[in-house]
């Protein structure tokens, strides 16, 4: 986990390219995190480093939603 949000629920797992090669994997911990009653919001490092403002509205977005998602 990257990142958490307590009031939110939302965990935020900003993913590099070796998740590329871990989809069961990371999955699972999805399901996993799902299951405890926690959303969670899969970014790339590419859109951390070039697309922030977007990473931020889809945080916020989904902080104020209550939207379970995986990007």
């Not at 699972?28 to 490092?45: F, K, P, W």
Request: charged letters at 30%; aromatic letters at 4%.
């Amino acid at each position: 986990m990257d990142f958490y949000a307590a009031k939110a629920r939302l965990v935020v797992e900003v993913d590099g390219d070796i998740h590329d090669s871990r989809k069961p994997e990371d999955a699972a911990r999805d399901s996993c995190l799902h299951s405890q009653g926690l959303r969670v919001l899969r970014v790339r490092n590419d859109d951390v480093l070039t697309r922030l403002p977007w990473v931020l509205q889809s945080i916020a977005r989904l902080c104020a939603s209550g939207e379970a998602r995986s990007e």
